[in-house]
């Protein structure tokens, strides 16, 4: 890599305490993969989202509240978590320009959920209770052991990326995506047939998981492998994400 990528970090919101926080799995992931990660204001304010934008050499979007139902036109159900309207304003207007400006981007759990979402898909807003399945999605604390399969085509990006044709991996979501975006492609599928990583091949990279490997980076050589790809995306390498 030519240069060390500055890379945004989206905010983590707790409401209950006002503040702002971020999880240094996100940061220390990134700053081992070789990336320089910042974490960004909580903003709507379209100006600054645009400099924002072009500022930075990538953009990861991390997990946290239910995306809004509203987005995908759903009313909010009992079953559906917190929301962040502020999340859901900034994260939808920086996807925006990152897709126009052709910028990198990793989603990890919400963020996963977000792409699907703003690309035109649709969530569950509750697994447990409403897609039946024999694997449990929500698993206990520590999070950094993995609980389920994830199988991975042959010949996709995600494969080529982890030289492994699945993986075991941690699972910390209690909503997934129902009705894939059309634009999305779906590279990793759990056992119960649950997608749980997407790649937008439209774009040179944009690019998802379900699970979380902030939590596993340290302990998972697939796991930094996504930090890798993604950082070196970041600095100006071609991802090749395309089948
Ligand atoms: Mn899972």
Redesign the pocket.
Known sequence: MNKQPMIGVLPLMDKERDSYWMLPGYMKAIEEAGGIPVMLPLTSDKEIIRKLAGTFDGFLFTGGQDVHPALYGEEVSQACGEISGERDDMERALFAEVLKLDKPAFGICRGLQLFNVLLGGTLYQDLPSQRVSE?T?VQKLPYDVPV?RVHIEQENPLHRWTGRESLM?N?Y?HQ?IRKLAPSLQAVGL?EDG?V?AVILPDQSFVFAV??HPEFSYRSDDASMALFRVFVEACGGKQANQRS
């Open positions: 694997i999605h389920h991996v699972s979501h997934g759990a649950l749980e379900q699970w």
